[in-house]
């Protein structure tokens, strides 16, 4: 999702319904409260009355799962705010259904809706693994850390029928190829064995995200991720196993999460973690409307004072893409939480950014879809 094609929505009154939303029958265990068009489509749907007094209640809406059969796995980045050359993405599309997530938009390349499309019509790369390890096997082909779980979580739930990151990691542990993993699922402990055995050689380092301890809130927020508690046992676990972990504090929502920085940090050290980052909140495209209107149902109370920090910290719009703010952001209040995080940090001993892993250790798969020689 390339950030430089963000526009910005104007801001709404709040008493002003942006687009109709789903029954909550139908939606329960989802966050999105909508389901508008896709960006890219030509024509537009929206319900009305017709008069019929029936009983039109729809069930609850299912998780659909397509394969999709990408021509390349690894994808190349250049965006100078991120610490990553290279990342795989399993899955297009995400169960956990963050509100706040800013993979939401990718839904409109495939006609989908970036609300309750992004959490319920998924797509799985079953090929991965297979391309994955063409890829490594090419000619002159040099091991950089390969990042998993940057757009969509690669241990979503879908993942315990499909376990296309179980092989992906399979793949990569055979080439003792290095790879960073971002999760907040309870789900990666499914793979310690790999995992452990690639953190002896230096080959692999996670980061669990963990956006507030209230359950309540990350229920409504993230409602079919884990629950705070249980991500951060799952930092402990990978801990007590020797595999490198950090906490993630994204992303941070001003005047909703942003209260619970410190306390956030404290108990990831406490429970094993080595290094910590932060991110703050990001509304690109259909996720400034999708949020707000999340907000307006669960937080009516606090939408005015949420939006007017977030706009203070973005150059006055919902959203700025510029390159070197889109992750921190900037201004008084954004410089506050920075401080805050950095002081934070020092005090814990945790690392802002841990070790390189190795890369010199990397050897090609064998007969990974090469061409062998004619003579």
Not at 118 to 125: P, R, S
Not at 236 to 241: A, F, G, P, W
Request: aromatic share 8%; with cysteine.
């Amino acid at each position: 999702m390339d950030d430089a094609f963000i526009t910005d929505f104007a801001p709404r009154p709040v008493q002003e319904p942006h687009f109709e939303p789903v029954m909550p029958e139908a939606r329960r265990g989802r966050a999105a409260t909508a389901n508008p068009d896709g960006r890219f489509e030509t024509v537009s749907r929206e319900r009305f009355d017709d008069g019929w007094d029936l009983d039109d209640d729809l069930p609850t809406l299912a998780t659909e799962v397509q394969v999709e059969k990408a021509k390349t796995i690894i994808t190349r980045n250049t965006s100078p705010d991120v610490p990553f050359e290279r990342s795989v993405n399993p899955y297009r599309g995400c169960e956990h259904g963050c509100i706040y997530c800013f993979a939401r938009p990718t839904h409109g390349f495939m006609g989908l809706s970036a609300g309750l499309d992004f959490e319920t019509k998924l797509f799985a790369k079953p090929d991965a693994p297979r391309q994955l390890a063409r890829e490594l096997a090419k000619p002159g082909y040099k091991a950089k850390t390969i990042a998993i779980g940057t757009n969509t979580d690669p241990y979503q739930p879908v993942e315990r029928t499909w376990r296309i990151m179980r092989q992906l990691l399979e793949v990569l542990a055979e080439a003792n190829h290095p790879v960073s993993i971002t999760t907040k699922s309870a789900l990666v402990l499914r793979d310690l064995d790999l995992l452990s055995a690639m953190a002896e050689k230096h080959l692999v380092k996670l980061m669990v995200s963990v956006t507030t301890l209230d359950r309540k809130l990350a229920r409504a927020m993230e409602p079919r991720a884990a629950t705070p508690p249980r991500r951060l046992e799952t930092i402990r676990t990978l801990s007590e196993h020797g595999i490198p972990v950090g906490i993630s504090v994204a992303p941070v929502i001003p005047a909703l999460t942003d209260h619970e920085i410190e306390r956030i940090l404290d108990s990831g050290k406490a429970a094993g973690a080595r290094e910590a980052s932060y991110i703050l909140l990001r509304l690109p495209l259909e996720v400034a409307p999708l949020f707000k209107d999340w907000l307006l149902e669960h937080h009516p109370e606090r939408y005015r004072h949420v939006m007017s920090l977030i706009r203070s910290m973005r150059g006055g719009k919902d959203y700025d893409a510029e390159f070197g703010k889109r992750m921190k952001g900037s201004g008084p209040y954004a410089w506050q939480i920075a401080r805050r995080f950095e002081l934070a940090t020092k005090r814990l001993g945790l690392a802002r950014r841990g070790g390189a892993l190795r890369e010199d250790l990397f050897q090609p798969p064998d007969g990974a879809g090469t061409q062998l020689n004619l003579f």
